[in-house]
């Protein structure tokens, strides 16, 4: 038997059970698909209005220090509050831009590192 925390490659046995087909049902249901444990599903974390800054805005809780379109947080599910992966912009300067990269479980830092690509 398979150890807990060994690499299990997904075969779909049937049509239905493939990555593309689960998202063609669930984006005609209209519904926010559900991770189990072949899948894991993932959405941006809805940023709120700051109006101090007339902008939308995430607490990075201190990791990301200057504004970019590429900021994001990334939460699993229906786990508003626990975010699996951020990534957002530390430093600039005229020659390259610095971003930070947090990662945590279920995610692997491999797995993060493709997202952000």
């Not at 998202?23 to 974390?45: A, E, H, I, M």
């Not at 971003?99 to 479980?105: G, H, P, Q, R």
Request: proline content about 6%.
């Amino acid at each position: 038997t398979p150890s807990a925390w060994a690499t299990v490659a997904h075969q779909p046995q049937r049509k239905n059970q493939s990555l593309s087909s689960i998202l063609r049902t669930v984006g005609q249901r209209g519904v926010t698909p559900k991770s189990d444990d072949n899948y894991l599903f993932g959405c941006n974390k809805t940023p709120y209005w700051l109006n101090a800054i007339n902008a939308f805005s995430l607490d990075f809780g201190g990791r990301v220090t200057l504004p970019s379109n590429k900021n994001f947080q990334l939460i699993m599910g229906d786990q508003t509050d626990d975010v699996a992966l951020q990534f957002g912009k530390v430093a600039e300067s005229a020659d390259v831009e610095i971003f930070t990269l947090d990662v945590s479980w279920p995610l692997s830092p491999l797995q993060a590192f493709g997202v952000c690509l």
